[in-house]
Nanobody
Framework: QVQLVESGGGLVQAGGSLRLSCTASGRTLSSITVGWFRQAPGKEREFVAASGWTTDYADSVKERFTISRDNTKNTVHLQMNSLNPEDTAVYYC?????????????????WGQGTQVTVSS
């Protein structure tokens, strides 16, 4: 069983930055895929970024967001720069039991509770 806890959300002005963290317990993250998803009010939960053997990003966040791992802390970070109001959402981290990344929700077995990111204009 893997438990995931997100942190780092908050309120930021457009153009600003935030770093989200996803800390795991129950399993080492270094050998599995961790993904970030987000859900805005009234919208489907959507893929943002994932890190496994490779990394992948949604087109809407490429060049602005970076996913990275700190294996010493069993944590995955999502650095978010040049934020805009369209990035406002609850951000979730998720994990699946192998290193093959996916942009779909269903392959991920474990989910955190989410952290709110609000970008003001």
């Amino acid at each position: 069983q893997v438990q995931l806890v997100e942190s780092g959300g908050g309120l930021v002005q457009a153009g600003g930055s935030l770093r989200l963290s996803c800390t795991a317990s129950g399993r080492t993250l270094s050998s599995i895929t961790v993904g970030w998803f987000r859900q805005a009010p009234g919208k489907e939960r959507e893929f943002v970024a994932a890190s496994g053997w490779t990394t992948d990003y949604a087109d809407s966040v490429k060049e602005r967001f970076t996913i990275s791992r700190d294996n010493t802390k069993n944590t995955v970070h999502l650095q978010m720069n040049s934020l805009n109001p369209e990035d406002t959402a609850v951000y979730y981290c998720a994990a699946r039991g192998n290193s093959v990344i996916s942009t779909l929700r269903t392959p991920y077995n474990y989910w955190g509770q989410g952290t709110q990111v609000t970008v003001s204009s």
